[in-house]
């Protein structure tokens, strides 16, 4: 059984960092790419930023500059370090766990709130 466990968020004033982390345990397989999503009241999931096997990354252009995705391969954890946090980062982020065996998972989302 996949488990994705979150932590980091939570609720910062605009400038501010956060640092949000997801760890997966309960397979063996291995994972090819892991990711947050977030979502916004009244939007749709979108993709904050992944990163493969081989450490490329991939950025939404709106956090470019201000985040970023690191991973510990070792302990199946994957880290977003947000800085410069702006109110429209407000939203709850997802991890997202792709393994090359057994497909996609999910963590439950943990809420950022970004507000003075």
Do not use: H
């Not at 096997?53 to 950025?59: C, E, I, K, L, P």
């Amino acid at each position: 059984q996949v488990q994705l466990v979150e932590s980091g968020g939570g609720l910062v004033q605009p400038g501010g960092s956060l640092r949000l982390s997801c760890a997966a345990s309960g397979t063996i397989f291995s994972i090819y790419a892991m990711g947050w999503y977030r979502q916004a009241p009244g939007k749709q999931r979108e993709l904050v930023a992944a990163i493969v096997n081989s450490g490329n990354t991939n950025y939404a252009d709106s956090v470019k500059g201000r985040f970023t995705i690191s991973r510990d391969n070792p302990k199946n954890t994957v880290y977003l370090q947000m800085n410069s946090l702006k109110p429209e980062d407000t939203a709850v982020y997802y991890c997202n766990v792709q393994y090359r065996s057994i497909g996609s998972y999910w963590g439950q989302g943990t809420q950022v709130t970004v507000s003075s």
